[in-house]
């Protein structure tokens, strides 16, 4: 199983970013999907969740309301919306998969990783 994420880049504090994975060698329909991201000198964080029929999503802390994911089966992809970007929201963002929910919210638990995608907001 190999994980794509793309759509990074350099924005501007108060714009928006729409990242994306996409998945190969399965189909994830069965897969729970997430992003971590990991800020220059830190550790790897879990950011938002979602389970494999989409019905059920989970944010990290006082993220909800700026970052909504989404998945489309058919299409074996995976996307992250984030809107007012902030300064803080710089590091690179990994994709997941993972076979059950318990484990994609654990950064060490998680079955299958991306490469990332680099996120830079300027001030």
């Known amino acids: 199983v190999q994980l794509q994420a793309f759509g990074g880049g350099l924005v501007q504090a108060g714009g928006s970013l729409r990242l994306s994975c996409v998945v190969s060698?399965?189909?994830?329909?069965?897969?729970?999907m997430g992003w971590f991201r990991q800020a220059p000198g830190k550790e790897r964080d879990f950011v938002s969740a979602?389970?494999?029929?989409?019905?059920?999503?989970h944010y990290g802390d006082s993220l909800r309301g700026r970052f909504t994911i989404s998945r489309d089966n058919a299409k074996n992809t995976m996307s992250l919306q984030i809107k007012k970007l902030k300064p803080e929201d710089t590091a690179v963002y990994y994709c997941a998969a993972a076979d059950s929910w318990e484990k994609i919210l654990i950064m060490t638990q998680v079955d299958y990783w991306g490469q990332g995608t680099e996120v830079t907001v300027s001030s």
């Open positions: 979602i389970s494999w029929s989409g019905a059920t999503t």
């Open positions: 060698g399965r189909t994830i329909s069965k897969l729970h």
